[in-house]
């Protein structure tokens, strides 16, 4: 009788369980490291019985318009969203994001790498969780620097990689001393020459909103960059964004590749990459000016203002967010899978020191690196490798197609300038800056 | 010799239609093949066509991560529905316009043929807070109806063609036996144009399988079909270009199937009226 009780109670408190179930929808991109998110999330849904998981899965281009529509208009098709952060401050202050503040007690918001917080954070309050976090860095073919009889030192200058790269050329054996992005567009060509451009000194706008190409600073940015690539770089550089330098790189075509942080755990993956033992690790370049040509982004987790579920949204951010995670994904994965750039406590742990041999780069990178301060010379706006204002989309890949040009010959850098110094002031005066 | 220069122009033009099919065809065998490959084949600078190491870990990998068999079925019931709604309004639409003509049919086929030319992103926002406003993101029956919406001005362009070579006099000798309008449509008009109505019904079944920009926007996890399967497998950051050929030869492998079984009916809906 009472086992009868007990099976009928059972099967009261399952019903009642799913009736009361929450069921919340994550919109992500389709990067490895959130992959691994979605195998993992089992572990969340045991935890939390009462809230159930949808995936919204897509490339980040694709995903970046979805959102951006349905946080405008209050769709309210997505409680979690994976958005960058480029966005995160524009929609903060635009009221589209919910503050982040039922994280819970464990938490330890203070282990957040302070340059990654703090693009998150506006007047004071967290809009976004940083899911993971990525600079840009120098990988290079330690066997091919070697045999060039040169040796790359932690701190390279821009003079060092174009010196590097030239004798790393072998064009004859199809490999090529640089692989740099030149595929068009604001989060493409634009991140890496925009970076580089901080360490040449040049900027995107003065105190005043008023565009820079014409500076001697861009010249000499966009000069080195055509002739880097025209020297010692693989054909159709034009056509190349990170996924086909990575691909180059790996079948061991590159002798140099400066591009994201979070490549260093696909190059020296035994699994898929042919160098995965001949690859070094060094900061990105500079010119002896105080800034280095490192960019910071982190892909990060919030909870749109349209969600009715913003508490079981914020329960799930915390525990993909959190040291717990990283622990779990050490576990099932290894160490070197855990998501990088976001925690300090993950750079002072030396087994995942030891399994991945670019995180103090990572960590420097990451340390280095002032979106409030990311130029020579004083800017009005925020962001490294973008300039966090809502048209920078639509200007940045404007100018992308002016680089790309450049490089594929069809204008010359002064033109290529030019033309970009002259739809970006058409651009900013049409949104009226300086903005009272 | 005259027949000597038939065959031989008979040859050249086998040939040439070969060529164009291989050309047309090689970017989805290659995909298929691509999906037989690890990620390192797939990325690799001296690809090979057959001589790899042939595996099915790609398919494995998909089917394990997405609900396949769910965005399939979603697909069917958008593509299938919202082509059969539009049946249903193309039909007696494209009768009135072949048959019962005034001199405003041309302009008002020219108008429902220029919506076309409309791109899509410009009516993104109104579309998409009307759908949110009447509950019908992220469900079947809105896809049903954008789709149904989207494909309407081709589906009444195509009936129009077909029902206009249906002579006038078989019409007027049914009214004439006392046929009302619908016994004319259902009884006479349908019968005779059943070819054409076919190949319509197929080509908007494909149009609105492949369709990609509302299918993305319009949808999230509960009636998204394979169009935003395969854009899950797409990423900026990591090779995943295997997986990502698995996921489209899953997605474009039903409708293929469909058109090589009603091609004859395509190829003879699409050229009906083309020589005259």
Known sequence: ?436 | MAINKSNKSKFIYTILAWGISGLIFFPILWTILTSFKTEAEAISASPSLLMFDWTLENYRDVLARSPYFDHFWNSVVISLGSSLLGLLIAIPAAWSMAFVQNKRTKNLLMWMLSTKMLPPVGVLIPIYMLFRDFDLLDTKIGLVIVMTLINLPIMVWMLYTYFREIPNEILEASRMDGANIIDEIFHVLLPIALPGIASTLLLNVILAWNEAFWSLILTAANAAPLTAFIASYSSPEGLFYAKLSAASAMAIVPILILGWFSQKQLVRGLSFGAVK
């Open chain 1, 1 to 436: 009788m009472s086992m009868k009780l007990s099976a009928v109670a059972g099967c009261a408190l399952l019903f009642s369980t799913s009736l009361l179930a929450e069921t919340i929808t994550i919109a992500t991109v389709n990067n490895g490291d959130m992959i691994t998110m979605q195998e993992l999330s089992s572990d969340f849904t045991a935890k939390n019985p009462d809230i159930t998981l949808k995936w919204v899965t897509l490339e980040e281009n694709i995903l970046r318009q979805r959102v951006t529509t349905d946080v405008a208009t209050r769709g309210g098709q997505y409680d979690v969203m994976t958005i960058g952060t480029y966005e995160v401050p524009i929609w903060g202050k635009q009221g589209w994001l919910t503050e982040l503040d039922k994280l819970g007690e464990n938490y330890d918001l203070d282990d957040l790498l302070p340059a990654i917080r703090s693009g998150l954070t506006v007047d004071n309050k967290l809009f976004a969780a940083p899911f993971y976090g990525e600079s840009s860095m120098v990988m290079y073919r330690k066997d091919l620097m070697q045999k060039a009889g040169l040796e790359m030192p932690t701190k390279p200058s821009w003079d060092f990689i174009r010196q590097a790269a030239k004798a790393m050329t072998d064009k004859e054996a199809g490999v090529y001393g640089i692989c740099l992005r030149g595929k068009a567009g604001w989060g493409e060509n634009v991140a890496l020459i925009t970076s580089m451009s901080n360490s040449f000194g040049a900027r995107w706008f003065d105190e005043n909103w008023q565009p820079q190409f014409d500076s001697k600073e861009w010249q000499a940015t966009l000069q080195y960059y055509v002739e880097l690539l025209e020297e010692s770089g693989p054909p159709g550089s034009s056509a190349n964004g990170f996924n086909e330098n990575l691909a180059l790189f790996q079948t061991g075509k590159c002798g140099i590749w400066i591009d994201a942080t979070v490549a260093g755990a696909f190059v020296t993956n035994v699994k898929d990459s042919e160098v995965a033992d001949k690859v070094g690790f060094a900061l990105a370049p500079d010119n002896g000016l105080g800034k280095r040509g490192n960019w910071l982004w982190a892909w990060t987790l919030a909870v749109p203002k349209s969600s009715t579920k913003s508490d079981a949204a914020m329960k799930f951010i915390s525990w993909a967010t959190s040291k717990e995670y990283s622990a779990l994904v050490a576990e099932k994965k290894g160490w070197a899978k855990v998501p990088p750039g976001t925690r300090a406590s993950l750079y002072d742990n030396p087994e995942y020191i030891k399994a991945a041999p670019f995180a103090q780069i990572t960590l420097e990178s990451i340390q280095s690196a002032d979106p409030i301060n990311p130029t020579v010379k004083p800017v009005p706006y925020v962001g490294i490798q973008f300039v966090a204002i809502p048209e920078f989309q639509g200007i940045g890949t404007a100018v992308g197609q002016q680089f790309s040009a450049a490089l594929t010959g069809q204008l010359t850098v002064k033109q290529a300038l030019e033309s970009s110094q002259r739809l970006v002031e058409r651009a900013m005066k049409k949104a009226r800056y300086p903005k009272k």
